[in-house]
Antibody, heavy 118, light 110 residues
Framework: DVQLVQSGGGLARPGGSLRLSCAAS????????MFWVRQAPGKGLEWVAT????????NHGDSVRGRFTVSRDNAKNTLYLQMNSLRVEDTAVYYC???????????WGQGSPVTVSS | QFVLTQPPSVSAAPGQKVTISCSGG????????VSWYQQLPGTAPKLLIY???KRPSGIPDRFSASKSATSATLGIAGLQTGDDADYFC???????????FGGGTKLTVL
């Protein structure tokens, strides 16, 4: 069975850092595009970052570009999101997602709550 | 800049059919593929439709979708109380490498 198991969320101070992990199993991780998506409390979904199968292509949303970095370790079947210079407005549940086709994510992690507060 | 617009809410009675629109507005989505998600409270989104009109395995044919040059539409037939949820459209702008979600539509099954 396909599984995406997330870890690494929690509380951070403004200006602080957190790293999220997403451990994949049950599919050929190294062949898949992967995404990070977030959802602020009571709000909709927001695309955060994308990484290609080999990690050579990455892109980040405007609101996190220059502060967040998506990466992957195909040997460990793990996706990462390094979040630096955190802001209060980064408070959200962060989800990793496996691409099926053209930004359609057929499997999602359980979500990692991130709270940025002083 | 790149926006997908959905109605904030729709409602219908059990057994009826409802449609949810997703408009690209000034964002040309003619060449884009659109996907649709259902999100129940406190859970991760669930993929309902991909590549404009395809259903993943396990999604009943009560869920259907279509797309034109400027908008996409999700249809849900034979509404059930379990369909009461938030629905999001999404698309990927290939040339720019960015993803965009619609603002979401709250479906209430009365």
């Amino acid at each position: 069975d396909v599984q995406l198991v997330q870890s690494g969320g929690g509380l951070a101070r403004p200006g602080g850092s957190l790293r999220l992990s997403c451990a994949a199993s049950g599919f050929m991780f190294r062949n898949n595009w992967m995404f990070w998506v977030r959802q602020a409390p009571g709000k909709g979904l927001e695309w955060v970052a994308t990484i290609g199968p080999h990690g050579t292509f990455t892109n980040h949303g405007d609101s996190v570009r220059g502060r967040f970095t998506v990466s992957r370790d195909n040997a460990k079947n793990t996706l990462y999101l390094q979040m630096n210079s955190l802001r209060v407005e980064d408070t959200a549940v962060y989800y990793c997602g496996k691409d099926l086709s053209h930004f359609a994510m057929d499997f999602w992690g359980q979500g990692s709550p991130v709270t940025v507060s002083s | 800049q790149f926006v997908l617009t959905q109605p904030p809410s729709v409602s219908a009675a059990p057994g009826q059919k409802v449609t949810i629109s997703c408009s690209g507005g000034s964002s040309n989505i003619e060449e884009n593929y659109v996907s649709w998600y259902q999100q129940l409270p406190g859970t991760a989104p669930k993929l309902l439709i991909y590549d404009n009109d395809k259903r993943p395995s396990g999604i009943p044919d009560r869920f259907s979708a279509s797309k034109s040059a400027t908008s996409a539409t999700l249809g849900i037939a034979g509404l059930q109380t379990g369909d009461d949820a938030d629905y999001f459209c999404a698309t990927w702008f290939d040339g720019l490498g960015i993803g965009v979600f619609g603002g979401g539509t709250k479906l209430t099954v009365l």
